[in-house]
């Protein structure tokens, strides 16, 4: 896919990974529809964008509820008249261990409440936003690209039971996706990242930043614009579908 002119919908646009990627695709003069759950927290990224040579619209949304995400899709259609792609990558973390004893006494354990926020979220949240982009996509008779955000903790991670279930979900929706969208022409992907420099990544604590960035061959952490490349090379070439891309720098949790 050419991406001059094309229309791209970026969740969870305000900051980190999703930041990084809406400002590295607006270097190929593409229109984007920036989502947050404010949209007054949007502005830096639509001004980065839109000095990188993008036609930026900026929307509140919660991708958990459904009548946000279908006014939030039918808004873009109706303001832009087109829509070529989506990166599902608005998430929250609610980490926690599953169950903490301390001397044979329960101290703690991961909460319903903890555990469906991050679902209703991270994996209830790409799946409406997924259907609803290619609904639109079919009836604006448009070629497409769908890429979700999964995580290397998609293979478990210690304390995310909730996030690491979504994330794997995520991925495995994506391979659905590609399979069911083929035929109008939609193509659907997952990226797999690993430990990135963002603001999530920096709410860790510092002995744990520390311990994970010495974990990987590279001894580092990846950058925000590492992701955003490989979003670029996945709308650019027309034959990756149906596939994670591990951007991990070969950590393997």
């Excluded at 008249?81 to 006494?105: Q, T």
């Excluded at 969208?181 to 690993?194: E, F, H, T, V």
Aim: with cysteine.
């Amino acid at each position: 896919m050419d991406l001059k002119d094309k229309t791209i919908v970026v969740t969870g646009a305000a900051r980190g990974l999703g930041a990084a990627m809406a400002t590295r695709l607006a270097t190929n003069h593409c229109k984007l529809a920036l989502v947050d759950l404010d949209a007054d927290s949007l502005k830096d990224t639509a001004a980065a964008c839109q000095a990188n040579g993008a036609e930026v619209r900026c929307y509140a949304a919660n991708v958990a509820r459904e009548d946000n995400v279908v006014s939030l899709f039918d808004d873009v259609a109706k303001d832009f008249g087109a829509l070529h792609g989506l990166i599902n990558n608005a998430g929250i973390l609610r980490d926690g261990l599953l169950l903490k004893f301390k001397d044979g006494e329960l101290v703690s354990k991961m909460s319903l409440e903890q555990w469906q926020a991050v679902i209703d979220v991270n994996l209830s949240g790409v799946f409406l936003c997924g259907r609803e982009a290619a609904q639109r996509m079919i009836q604006l008779g448009c070629e497409g690209v769908i890429i979700n955000i999964s995580s290397i903790s998609r293979a478990g991670n210690m304390g995310q039971t909730n996030y690491s279930a979504a994330k794997a979900g995520v991925e495995a929706m994506a391979v659905v996706w590609a399979k069911e969208l083929a035929r109008y022409g939609i193509r659907a992907a997952s990226i797999a990242p690993g430990f990135i420099k963002t603001e999530m990544g920096a709410s860790m604590k510092p002995e744990a930043l520390e311990r994970i960035s010495g974990m990987g061959p590279l001894r580092r952490m990846g950058e925000p614009d590492e992701i955003g490349r490989t979003v670029e090379f996945i709308f650019e070439n027309d034959y990756v579908s149906g596939r994670c891309i591990e951007v991990d720098g070969a950590l393997r949790l």
